[in-house]
Structures are given as C-alpha cells and as structure tokens.
C-alpha cells in the first residue's frame, strides 16, 4: 500500500462519515416538521456507505491494478426510512391533525440519532488517529537519509 494511498483512504472515510454527521444533524432538525414541500411529514434519512473503487484480486495479478486492498469508502445513497411509522399525537388544535385530531411526526427517535451521531464521531476520529499515524510514519521516514 502506498503511504499517499493510506492518507486516501483515511481522508474518504473522514469525508463519509461527516457527511452521515451532515445527514443526523437533519433528522435532528426536522424532528418536529409536520408538513415538507410534499404536504407529510418529514422522512428519517439514512446513509449508506460502500468500498471505493473495489480491485479485485484477478485484476491485481493480471497486472490491471497497481495495488490490491482497500481503496476507501463512498457514500452510495441516502434513502429514506420506510419502515418505521411515523409518530401519531393527538392535538386537534394543530394546523396538520387529520380529522380525528392526530396529528403525524416524523419518524426520527432523538436516541437513535444521538446513538448513530457517537458512532460517526468515534469512527471520525478513528480516521483522524489513522491519519496522524500514517503521517508520523512519513515524517520519520523523511529523517532516514537526513544526518545528525
């Protein structure tokens, strides 16, 4: 694996997970929109992550590749959560309740995205730890050749 490869891949999953950080904080946000562009409620977002630019192993020995291994994450899609309901609450005083007086929430739980906002952050800075390290390796090889 090549040292700028190593900084790569680090960088695409520092990149990835701020954006799923980008997506919770929106979920967060519109807990309480009751009515989008579209007139419902507003729909949980999820983020879905795949391997960058995948080398297989019969490409790598026939010479197709120059390295074989991970090259990085993408974010392939954010799609919205349809299987979980959206939270009904009476309050027939509400712009938005239908006619039985519910009025519907969007089907964001603040515990579930706080969860999911630590698991960004520590694999955030997981890639950050990564990073550094590969950068310590650099800088010390740069001070092989270098004299006393």
């Known amino acids: 694996m090549a040292l700028f490869q190593a900084f790569d891949i680090c960088a695409s999953g520092m990149t990835a997970e701020r954006f ?23 729909r949980r977002q999820i983020v879905t992550f795949a391997e960058k630019d995948k080398t297989t192993f019969r490409d790598f020995l026939s010479g197709h590749s120059r390295s074989y291994g991970g090259n990085g994450v993408k974010v392939t899609k954010v799609i919205e959560d349809e299987t979980t309901d959206f939270i009904m609450e009476y309050d027939p005083a509400h712009p938005d309740a239908d006619e039985n007086g519910y009025v519907s929430y969007p089907n964001v739980n603040i515990v579930t995205e706080m969860t999911n906002l630590i698991d ?8 950050v730890t990564a990073f550094n390290a590969f950068k310590g390796m650099a800088q010390s090889g740069l001070q092989v050749g270098k004299q006393s």
């Open 20 to 42: 799923r950080t980008d997506i919770i904080a929106e979920n967060v946000a519109n807990v309480n929109t009751t009515r989008t562009e579209d007139g419902t409620p507003y």
């Open 120 to 127: 960004a952050s520590r694999a955030y800075e997981a890639n």
